[in-house]
């Protein structure tokens, strides 16, 4: 019971194609790397959602505004500095100049400042002058000594307190630099 139908455009296909289907024409060349490269920027594009989605789940990320610190911010309140004859200060020598500990060990005990020990430091290649008190109670002892010292910093340190050492100077290049010149 075959029928026969009248030809049509359908039964004409163009020469060199070979009817894949009903109704179908082969596919593209290079379809199949343009579904690759649709599916391969699909996974980047929902990966990087994801990773920021974390992100700012996680309150790794911020979108807030930091606003700018103003000018009418308090500043840190210090200790004033004093000079506290009754508290001995070590003066260690943390550079290769020789002498240096010696030579602050003068300007200390000048400024009225009492020098217990003064000895090199365990290093030799220290950039920065610090002084460093035991205890909150010493901090202004400590800027009093600082103040006699050029470039000195101010550093609160416990360890020097199980060593019955309530000041230390430690001297830095910076230190040396302001001596020899």
């Known amino acids: 019971m075959a029928q026969k139908f009248p030809r049509d455009r359908f039964d004409s296909i163009p020469h060199g194609i070979e009817r ?18 649709w599916a391969a920027l699909a996974t980047v594009v929902l990966a990087g959602a994801g990773i920021a989605a974390v ?37 260690l020598n943390g550079t290769t100049t020789s002498g240096l500990a010696a030579q602050a060990s003068e300007t200390l005990t000048a400024g009225g400042v009492t020098v217990g020990v003064a000895s090199n430091a365990d290093s030799s290649d220290l950039q920065e002058t610090v002084v460093y008190y035991a205890g909150p109670d010493l901090e202004g002892a400590a800027r009093g000594v600082a103040q006699l010292l050029p470039e000195a910093d101010v550093r609160l340190n416990e360890d020097f307190a199980s060593e019955g050492l309530q000041i ?6 910076d230190y040396a630099e302001q001596v020899a010149g």
């Open 20 to 37: 894949v289907g009903a109704h179908r024409a082969p596919a593209r060349r290079g379809a199949r790397w343009i579904a690759f490269g």
């Open 55 to 91: 992100a700012v789940f996680n309150d790794r990320l911020n979108f807030d505004d930091v606003p700018a610190p103003s000018a009418s911010a308090t500043p840190v309140a210090t200790v004033p500095p004093t000079i506290a004859p009754d508290i001995p200060v070590t003066v």
């Open 168 to 173: 230390v100077v430690v001297l830095g290049a």
